[in-house]
């Protein structure tokens, strides 16, 4: 029986690591991380303001780069997250953010989907008979993709390389398995894209699962990094599933 996937699981796999120059130093104030020293950093050299006249601490002055629109300071810091259990329809979506992003997928040429899991679309959960048939379709294409590598494989003999012939049969029979396969991805993005994707997939108008996501990301972004995500607030919509809100829009 496959596994199914009710949630993403989202692992930070890198954060920046700022370190200081000691013939510029910066006269910091409040809490911080290396990502947000580091953007303060770029910030204050544009002025060399790095005596703090203003007093501000460091989610202060971010908080106030956000407002005033100098997204360009926020791309110094990055940030990579391994986004599993996640659907192929989800990623599809997801790698339309270009500006800022890299990514690197499973590839289902090369790894045997037999085994896949799938993920339940949040619409469908919490209905037992509609889990239920939906799971009969799903297993049932996987059921065919077992059949059709396997054909495949037994029709492509010939070809002496194992490892082609297998990527033959793959890349083919993966037209048969439904767009709730799991993936896993890793993304590396910069605050300000980050904060443009969490905006525009995080709110209503999204598609559920990306939206489930998107929370899912902003959460932990907002632990790594509260000066730069602490604009977007949380709520239950009226679809009584989670969504998010900005103050500073697409900085
Ligand atoms: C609710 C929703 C529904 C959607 N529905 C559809 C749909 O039905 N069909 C569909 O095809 N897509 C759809 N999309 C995807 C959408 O069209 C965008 O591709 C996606 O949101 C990425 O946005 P972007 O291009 O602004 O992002 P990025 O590529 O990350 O770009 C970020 C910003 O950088 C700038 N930029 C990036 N590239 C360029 C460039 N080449 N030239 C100039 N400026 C650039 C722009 O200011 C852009 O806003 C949907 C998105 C959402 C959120």
Known sequence: MPRYYTEPVISVLARPVFSEPSHLPVEWMGES????????????????????????NTRDYLENIKRQGHG?????????????????????????HRAGFAYSQLSQRYVDESQASFVVPPAVIGDSALEETWRTQVESAQTQYVAL??????????????????????????????NATETKIVVTGNVRAWRTMLELRSSEGAEMEIR?????????????????FSDFETYVADDRKDAARVSHHKV
């Open 33 to 56: 991380t290396d990502g947000e020293r580091l953007a303060e950093f770029a910030g204050r050299l544009c002025y060399m303001s790095q005596h703090n006249p203003a007093k501000r």
């Open 212 to 228: 489930r996501m998107a929370i899912a990301v902003l959460r932990v972004l907002q632990q790594e990094a509260p000066g730069f």
């Open 72 to 96: 360009s300071v926020l791309e110094h810091a990055t940030y990579s997250l391994l986004v599993e259990g996640v659907s192929r329809s989800l990623t599809h979506e997801l790698v339309r």
């Open 149 to 178: 590598v396997e054909s495949l494989m037994a029709r492509y003999s010939w070809v002496a390389d194992k490892v082609h012939r297998r990527k033959m049969a793959r890349e083919a029979a993966r037209s048969v398995l439904p």
